[in-house]
């Protein structure tokens, strides 16, 4: 495998807005490269019954793609995102509550849920949402000729022999969810780590 740190740590341009909408007690979009997703938050607030928990909130994540209606794959992002941020919420502060973040596409140019992770955790953020540390969130893929590309595009994405999306918390830089499609051995998951490890200590 070709290891070329400099090249495989470098980002699209990135960059945030907070309280963007009115009416969720908070949002947040996040821009990756030519990727961007809008995420609202709800609550903590009223639950269904049938959803109450007597000791935490509940938490709720929809996923809207950006156009047509939810499918498998959206209820599968949904998952993802909903036990990346359940991780970090104090759900035990606000029992029998419900936390709502819904998370709308309005582009997709590659590491979509990762993109979609930084906005949730923006948007729980700007509402005020008690958390035991925040989380970020980054993609990798391993192309054909071995190397591995951090935060690839689409058409990147498409090409790669695997994409490998990796979440971490804020305080002891712990990964909290992981999420590979594709197929890579061992070896390349520890490389990919590896990587992952220098651009959360250099950024």
């Known amino acids: 495998m070709q290891i070329e740190t400099e090249k495989q ?3 699209r341009s990135f960059c945030s807005e907070l309280s963007g909408l009115t009416r969720p007690d908070g949002s947040a979009t996040f821009n990756q490269g030519d990727t961007t997703v809008l995420a609202a938050v709800y609550g903590p607030g009223d639950v269904k019954q049938s959803k109450e928990i007597i000791d935490k909130a509940t938490v709720e994540v929809v996923f809207k793609p950006k156009v047509g209606l939810p499918g498998v794959y959206e209820k599968s992002q949904e998952q993802l995102i909903q036990n990346s941020c359940a991780s970090a919420i104090l759900a035990t502060l606000h029992p029998r509550t419900s936390i709502l973040i819904i998370v709308q596409v309005v582009q997709d140019s590659g590491s979509l849920l990762s993109c979609s992770i930084n906005a949730s955790c923006l948007a729980l953020m700007d509402a005020g949402i008690p958390m035991k540390y925040l989380v970020c969130s980054i993609t990798s893929a391993l192309d054909k000729e071995g190397k591995i590309i951090l935060d690839p595009t689409d058409k990147q994405c498409k090409d790669a022999l695997s994409v490998i999306t ?3 918390d ?3 830089q ?3 969810t992981v999420s590979l499609s594709g197929s890579c051995s061992i070896e390349q998951i520890v490389s990919g780590k590896e990587v992952i490890k220098i651009l959360r200590w250099n950024g």
């Open 9 to 11: 740590c470098e980002l």
């Open 170 to 172: 804020s305080h002891k």
């Open 166 to 168: 990796c979440a971490f």
């Open 174 to 176: 712990n990964i909290v």
